[in-house]
């Protein structure tokens, strides 16, 4: 697991959550369907390379809404990563995924379910970052642009 979001108790405890999604994992990562019904649940999937996506809902919810949550969640992660939806690169980018979930769901809440909104505000949230809370790259990369654009004038 690189990320997981529950938004009610019906898993409490880490240990029961990872049984779930271990359990999730062992019925779909074998099959091509995108949909499945597990324990009283609606799981949609998707996968890509060596990532597993999964959007989880209760039985009555409704799966193409579900769908168009993973398909938001999925092409926004793709725009983000430039194409690239692998380990390693979602790994480097996790503050991206955290971003994009947040604004896609709040508290089991669908909000947006375009992923051309939620990348463009994924990117205005990334550009108002402080500076204590920005990692090294980000600062000499915005040292960059700063010297290069002074450079220009």
């Not at 993973?70 to 790994?91: G, I, Y």
């Amino acid at each position: 697991r690189l990320f997981a979001k529950y938004y009610d108790e019906t898993y409490p405890t880490v240990k029961e959550q990872k049984a779930f999604e271990k359990n999730i994992f062992n019925k779909t990562h074998r099959t091509d369907s995108e949909i499945a019904l597990l324990e009283g649940l609606t799981v949609v999937y998707k996968s890509s390379i060596d990532l597993y996506f999964y959007v989880i809902g209760s039985s009555h919810e409704n799966e193409l809404m579900l769908m168009a949550v993973l398909n938001c969640l999925f092409d926004s992660l793709s725009q983000m990563l430039r194409k690239n939806v692998e380990k390693r690169t979602l790994l480097e980018n996790m503050e991206g995924l955290f971003l994009a979930v947040d604004e896609i769901i709040d508290g089991g809440v669908i909000l947006e379910s375009d992923p051309q909104q939620v990348v463009h505000r994924v990117a205005l949230r990334g550009d108002d970052v402080p500076l204590t809370e920005q990692t090294v790259s980000q600062v000499l990369q915005s040292a960059k642009e700063q010297i290069k654009w002074s450079l220009l004038r």
